[in-house]
Each structure stands twice: as C-alpha cells, then as structure tokens.
C-alpha cells in the first residue's frame, strides 16, 4: 500500500498559539456560558482551587480503569472535595469520577 504524503500547514508559526480543546474542557466551557447567559452564577473559586483542572479532565470522564484509577488518587488529596461532593450532589453530577466516587458509587 502506498503511503500518501502528509499536507504541511501553510502558516506553521501560528500553530502553537492554538492548542487542541479536549472535548471535556470545551463542554465545561459552553455550559458556563450558557449559565451565563440564563444569569447563573460563574464557576466559583473552589472549582479553581480543585485538583481536578481541565489539563487532567480527560481522565475524570474517560471511563477507562487506570484513568479511574488516577482519577480518584487526585481526588483523595483534593482541598475542595467536600465542596465537590455537595456540587455534585446539587447539579446531579451522573457520569465520570467528582468528589473522590465513581458514577455508579454516587
């Protein structure tokens, strides 16, 4: 099989000013703007101050055991994880690892 030639950007020196959005990061994103629209509160300072920050939030939702795993080791040392556990318990958090449990431990 032959190989097809890989398409080089035309503007390389712009590339690193855009960095890839996981997918995790991006629907955070949209649903603070949405609430922000409807003229509910911004995420709060402990959601700055929790470990889990979107470079890591991949593994919070990814379903897969180890990044369970590394998941819940963050969320054992976490400042704010009382905090998370009544934010989940209010928003109806349903899927990934918040406040130190699993989907189905919550």
Do not use: H
Request: charged share 25%; proline share 8%; hydrophobic share 40%.
């Amino acid at each position: 099989m032959e190989e097809r030639p890989v398409a080089q950007p035309s503007r390389p020196e712009r590339l690193p000013r855009y960095a890839p959005i996981d997918c995790v990061s991006r629907i955070f994103y949209l649903r603070m703007r949405v609430r922000q629209q409807e003229g509910a509160a911004l995420p709060s300072q402990w959601m700055r101050d929790a470990a889990c920050s979107p470079a890591t939030s991949e593994e919070y939702f990814s379903g897969k055991p180890e990044d369970t795993a590394l998941a819940l080791r963050r969320c054992i040392g976490c400042a704010v994880i009382d905090v998370c556990a009544a934010y989940a318990v209010r928003e109806g958090v349903s899927v990934g690892v918040c406040a130190g449990l699993t989907a189905q431990q919550r």
